[in-house]
Structures are given as C-alpha cells and as structure tokens.
C-alpha cells in the first residue's frame, strides 16, 4: 500500500516557470523526503524534511510540510528543460525505518 | 564504484525459472533496501536490511521470493518459480542510518527482469 499520494499526476510547463507538487500521506511520520526519477534510471535523494520542521530549501527546491494536514508540497523555481523527471514523496513512519513512496508526479519542462 | 551497483541490468527469463538478482551497496552502509517498481507505478518496498539480518521483510509478495545478506555487504535478490507478473524493475538502495527514522537513501540503477 502508498503512504504518499502526488498531486497532480502529472505536469507540463514552460522554462522558467514554477512547478509546484504536493504529497499526502495518512499516518504520523519521522520524516519525508522527496526523490527525482530520470526515465529509466534510478532515483536521486533531492531533500529530507523532518516532522519537526515546516520548511526546507536547496537551490532551486523548495518544501513545506504540514503535519497537522498530513501533507508536503515540492516547488521548483524558474524550471529547466534537464528538470523533465518524475518526482516522488517518500514518507518515513515515526516507529519504522523504511521508505514508502507515492505513485509520483511527471513533471514534462518544455524549451 | 562510488555508487550502488546492481546486476544484471537486464534479464529475460521464461515463466517458471529461477532468478538472481544482485546489489553491492556503498562501502560502509549498513542499510539496504529492495524495492519492486512497475511502468509509471512507484518504488514498491520488498524487504529491509540492518547488517546481515532482514529488519522488516513485509513487502516480499509471495514464498517464491527472498532475498540474503549473508556477509551484511552483498545483498542478493532471488525470485523462484518466476511469473509473468514478476516482471518490473528492481531497485536496490543502501543508506548509512541506522535505528529509527530512514535517512537518505542512494539507489542503483536497477535491475529490469522481464519474464516471458
């Protein structure tokens, strides 16, 4: 079974343009992080938030958590063509060790 | 390597045979993960590994599938009797955490099994 669920399930946009996603997830978390899936190829850790924090950045990524909604979201700001990946959440449980990951979202950035 | 090594990177196999899959994970991590991962789906998780023993092996589907870690290196998926259904991609990932709360994981490439 998925903890998370992405939202859209997919998404196409210009270069330059932002490109929000969103995470839902059903039970208390340790943490959650999100992943970028190249096709065909293996996934890339892009960042972690933990339970106890509401927001973190890298670079161009930005993510929020609410735990009281139960929910993430993943911003990518002023999006490139080489950003044309799916991305997924991956929540970890508060009394557990493995990731379980969403269903993903398939981001298309168009040149 | 640096990285995660899983082989083969692809098999095709005939329904009822028996596969080998397997993972080097990076030096020094004591975690590592089998996920199953099916066209547009995502990482579906099989079993979890702290050292050599299986922490958490609650995603393995079935008796036909398990999965070894004999040296808490090496971890080497096997999948019995194969079927149809068995085809995905594999994707193996090893991390440094150890006890609660899963830091980053760093995955392999994967393996592709297609079962004919």
């Known amino acids: 079974s998925q903890q998370g669920e992405e939202d859209p399930q997919a998404l196409s946009i210009q270069e330059g343009e932002n490109a929000t996603m969103n995470c839902s997830y059903k039970?208390?978390?340790?943490?959650l992080q999100w992943y970028r899936q190249n096709s065909g190829r293996g996934l890339v850790h892009l960042i972690l938030i933990r339970s106890n924090e509401r927001e973190k950045h890298s670079g161009r990524l930005r993510v929020t958590l609410d735990t009281s909604k139960k929910s993430s979201s993943l911003l990518i700001t002023a999006s490139r063509a080489a950003d044309t990946a799916s991305y997924f959440c991956?929540?970890?449980?508060?009394?557990?060790?493995?990731?379980?990951f969403g269903g993903g979202t398939r981001v298309l950035v168009k040149p | 390597g640096a990285g995660v090594s899983q082989t083969p990177s692809n098999k095709v196999t005939e329904k009822g045979k028996y596969v080998e899959l397997r993972c080097d994970p990076i030096s020094g991590h004591t975690a590592l993960y089998w996920y199953r991962q099916s066209l547009g789906q995502g990482p579906e998780f099989l079993i979890y590994?702290?050292?050599?023993?299986?922490?958490?092996d609650s995603g393995l589907p079935n008796d036909r599938f398990f999965a070894v870690r004999p040296e808490g290196s090496v971890s080497t998926l096997k999948i019995q009797r194969t079927e149809r259904g068995d085809s995905a991609v594999y994707l193996c990932?090893?991390?440094?955490?150890?006890?609660?709360?899963?830091?980053?994981?760093?995955f392999g490439e994967g393996s592709r099994l297609t079962v004919l």
């Open positions: 990932a090893s991390s440094l955490a150890g006890g609660q709360g899963a830091g980053e994981l760093f």
């Open positions: 039970t208390s978390i340790n943490n």
């Open positions: 590994f702290q050292g050599t023993g299986a922490a958490d």
């Open positions: 991956a929540t970890v449980k508060a009394a557990g060790n493995k990731l379980t």
